[in-house]
């Protein structure tokens, strides 16, 4: 994807993970960050030196992967009892 320009991944940063920016720090952290209910704002207070395109282009990212990868969940009736 083209729009993926701040996504990186080098064998020897985070052991091969998706990263920001050739950055340590990873997609999945930001993703599961906001998945954790914290804000774009709070994740860049938190950490400075990244930028709000970062935050969108890992979602972006995520959201790609997922679409691009099946992995076997759960059924609704095996999560949820009624």
């Not at 052991?15 to 050739?22: D, E, L, N, Q, W």
């Not at 990244?50 to 995520?62: F, G, N």
């Amino acid at each position: 994807m083209d729009q993926l320009n701040r996504i990186t991944q080098q064998p020897e940063v985070m052991g091969g993970k998706a990263c920001i920016r050739g950055m340590r720090v990873t997609v999945g952290m930001v993703v599961g960050q906001i998945g954790a209910g914290r804000s774009a704002d709070e994740i860049l207070t938190d950490f400075p030196y990244l930028e709000r395109d970062d935050i969108m282009q890992a979602l972006r990212y995520a959201a790609w992967r997922a679409d691009e990868r099946e992995v076997m969940l759960a059924t609704a009736s095996s999560c949820w009892l009624i």
